[in-house]
């Protein structure tokens, strides 16, 4: 039977009932959100004072930020109402979630009105992080019982790739290997098979991980501000690390969690664990409890020149103090490692008190996630992609230990006496001294019910440059790897540090066409980094700049631009994968690009006005051209011309790809937007193919941009000066405005004039050249080298 999910009911419009519905409406889903009636309005016959309470929900969810939806457009796809007088909207839905407070007689209530209007064979699931699943099929319908299971999406759901499925003992097998499926596909996240156990499988392990890091902390006497330095960025763990994020989640929601896990743990040999420090319960009581009572691990407080100041709580007083500096040796060591997988061996093999943290916390983790493995998941992939999409590791456990080493580990597990489960000593025994292992560019993990490894499923339909880059690499630098990916396409990907475009990539896309050019089919670029592309080098900028190498400089400008011109007008197809922050250079690469096939999650923008720059890479020309073609009849060139100018004068950047055809950076019709990064490699290889297939042809160069001239610039400089006057933008800002204007109008003629994209990219090359030139240029640029932060000067 073939399924499709075209509508669907989300019961409860609380926090998560709300989010998901609003991912749902993501995915392109006709949605139903249903909640109660108030109290108030129980005896009312007014539909929006019945409905009051899901509607001021849905309100508050697409005005939180950051925002559940890619874009406000899509919130139409929502209905809202109640579910007294509105559950007949739940009949022809084709999944029903519910999303009800965490009470299981409220939830069994809820599914008894459910079975009186569902049709038969339509999913049903229970979206909670703690009542057992199966608990829930009490004087439920043998149909109901067929199609029911829990499913645990972490919040915020847009952001958080987590969906926990956990089936019944009477799920269909075939629904859940449908979900499985879906959830990746069309919902862009990793679905995780759990057991029905306490807190599933990401909580369980992550839960664990940070209250053994709360004990931990005080017998070790570490401070707040040493273990967020210990536990964050350098382990390949979000910047929030354990007591910042601590903050941010809410340290009642993780206590909850935690008591909960002590009470229905009993048999955990862990389960002391579970029960608060001292600290903590204090915490607590004095309803300390982070970023919503504004304090908690941290407090922000204003100091006496009016600044702000971030104050640290001692563990030990309980009083806050003005944040310290954290230097470690070990932390030292590994500042020039960028590979995580390298960095690891360093960190846990540390001779100081860095070193000795760090063994005590990963033996005791990795001991609980073996202790763990068949109660709550027969896989340890598992266990590594629940981490990871739901605690933001890079790493989980397995992966971890892997990264360390087999031997390394174990034989500190064993001096510290936490030794692991027997099963991995018969995994040993065995000569496996590896959790995953790469075979015929697949991805391949232990088995411990076969004793071999078996194929991690779901990566047939996928491309991971991660797998297939051994023995498929045709040509590297220090910056970018060119990838056969099979079929007539090669991939380019980028691997610099934020994957900044300098010389070494520009390099890798022109040796990367002419291989294309002269044996394939086509080339994609993408890469696996957590970001596309934060933008052009500004450090090799800066440098030519300030020693006043200005041949040196217009050489590089001129450069990139013949690169990104031959991204448009190669012999073979093009297609860019983005993904992350996509700006300055990414974003102009992206434009140049024959098919765009963004992720989502794309945040793509000309941000170079915020140096004290013009976009010098082809994007103002291309802007220039896509305001030219985008005009219909009776539009008021002059307005759109503005409107363009306003987006790289405000250094507009998309919060998701859909935004991008707003702001114009995407083009309606010809780039597309997938939801899945999982499969986006595969669909760019296709696009690529399909491209080549259909009869590709060379563009021709344009010769045809009918720019405005004095027309344009008068606008241009009046609106700049009358910003300036009112104090709105710097005197510099006014320059660059100038600047800008004069590009996109085509300098000052007489009359709007046709020209062609040489003649722009030659005046947007003085632009760039003439700004880098100004003292207070380079001001902002040192400040974003320096601090990471835009000096408005």
Request: glycine share 8%; net charge negative.
């Amino acid at each position: 039977m073939r399924r499709n999910i075209n509508k669907v009911a989300v019961l409860g419009s609380g926090v998560m009932g709300s989010r998901i519905a609003c991912h749902f409406a993501n995915a392109g889903c006709e949605v139903v959100l249903l909640d109660i009636v108030p109290k108030e309005a129980k005896d009312s016959d007014d539909k929006n004072a019945r409905n009051k309470l899901v509607n001021d929900a849905l309100k508050t969810a697409l005005k939180s930020n950051p925002s559940p939806i890619y874009d406000q457009k899509l919130a139409k796809n929502i209905v809202t109402g109640n579910m007294e007088d509105n559950m007949d909207l739940i009949s022809d839905c084709d999944w029903i979630i519910e999303a009800v407070i965490e009470r299981l007689d409220i939830k069994k209530e809820v599914f008894t009105n459910v079975e009186k209007h569902r049709k038969q064979g339509t999913i049903i699931s229970s979206n909670t992080s703690g009542i057992p699943i199966n608990m829930m099929l009490e004087d439920r319908s043998d149909d109901f019982k067929k199609h029911f299971l829990g499913t645990h999406f972490f919040n915020p759901p847009r952001y958080l790739q987590l969906l926990e499925l956990i089936p019944t003992k009477e799920t269909d097998q075939e629904l859940v290997d449908f979900l499985l499926d879906y959830g990746r596909k069309f919902l862009g996240k990793t679905t995780v098979l759990c057991k029905d156990t306490p807190a599933f499988i990401a909580n369980r392990i992550g839960v664990f991980s940070i209250m053994s890091l709360f004990h931990t902390v005080k017998d070790m006497d570490f401070t707040v501000e040493e273990v967020d330095k210990l536990t964050g960025p350098v382990l390949g763990r979000p910047k929030s690390a354990t007591f910042r994020t601590a903050d941010v989640v809410g340290l009642d929601t993780l206590v909850l969690v935690a008591n909960g896990l002590k009470d229905n743990t009993p048999n955990d040999e862990a389960n002391h664990l579970f029960k608060l420090p001292d600290y903590i319960q204090k915490m607590v009581d004095n309803e300390w409890l982070g970023s919503k009572t504004k304090q908690g691990f941290y407090k922000k407080v204003k100091d006496d020149d009016g600044n702000s100041q971030i104050l640290a709580l001692d563990l030990n007083t309980l009083e806050y103090n003005p944040k310290k500096k954290v230097k470690f040796d070990t932390l030292e060591q590994t500042k020039q490692i960028d590979s995580l997988r390298e960095r690891m061996p360093v960190l846990f093999k540390g001779k100081d008190k860095a070193g000795e943290f760090y063994r005590t916390t990963f033996t005791s983790l990795f001991q609980y996630a073996t202790n763990r493995i068949p109660e709550i998941s027969d896989e340890l992939y598992r266990i590594d992609d629940a981490l990871r999409a739901g605690f933001g590791w890079k790493q989980g456990p397995f992966e971890a230990w892997d990264a360390i080493g087999f031997d390394t580990v174990l034989n500190e597990m064993e001096k510290a006496d936490k030794k692991p489960a027997d099963w991995l000593y018969k995994m040993k025994d065995a000569g496996h001294k590896a959790f995953y292992k790469i075979e015929n560019g697949l991805k391949l993990y232990y088995d411990i019910n076969s004793g071999d490894y078996k194929e991690i499923p779901g990566q047939k339909d996928t491309i991971n440059l991660n797998t297939i880059r051994e023995g498929n690499t045709l040509w590297s630098n220090s910056g970018a790897t060119i990838v056969d990916l099979g079929d007539g396409i090669i991939n380019l990907e980028f691997h610099t540090k934020m994957n900044t475009i300098g010389q070494e990539i520009i390099q890798g896309i022109n040796k990367a066409i002419d291989m294309a050019e002269e044996s394939y089919k086509g080339l994609v670029i993408s890469n696996t980094g957590d970001n596309f592309s934060a933008g052009a080098n500004v450090g090799m900028i800066f440098m030519f700049a300030v020693e006043q190498e200005y041949d040196e400089l217009e050489f590089a400008i001129k450069s990139f631009q013949n690169t990104m011109m031959r991204v448009r007008y190669s012999n073979i197809p093009v297609v860019v994968a983005p993904h992350g922050m996509t700006l300055g250079g990414g974003c102009e690469l992206s434009m140049h690009a024959d098919k765009v096939i963004a992720h989502a999650e794309t945040y793509i923008g000309l941000v170079e006005f915020g140096v004290g720059l013009v976009p010098g890479g082809g994007g103002t020309k291309e802007f220039t051209l896509r305001l030219n073609d985008d005009l219909n009849e009776g539009d008021i060139r002059v307005n759109q011309l503005r409107n363009r100018f306003l987006t790289i004068g405000q250094a507009k950047v998309a919060k998701s790809a859909h935004e991008g055809f707003d702001l114009g950076y995407l083009r309606h019709g010809q780039d597309e937007v997938i939801i899945s990064r999982d499969h986006q490699l595969a669909y760019a290889k296709q696009s690529a193919l399909n491209l080549f297939e259909k009869g590709y042809s060379k563009p021709v160069m344009r010769k045809d941009i009918k720019v405005l001239g004095k027309e344009g610039l008068g606008i241009v400089y009046s609106g700049a000066d009358s910003m300036k006057s009112g104090h709105y933008i710097s005197e510099h800002d006014q320059l660059i405005s100038e600047k800008l204007g004069m590009v996109m109008c085509g300098g000052d003629l007489s009359e709007p004039t046709e020209v062609d994209e040489e003649y722009l990219l030659k005046m947007e090359r003085r632009a760039f050249l003439e700004l880098c030139m100004q003292k207070k240029t380079l001001e902002r640029i040192q400040s974003l080298l320096k601090t990471g932060k835009i000096l408005r000067n």
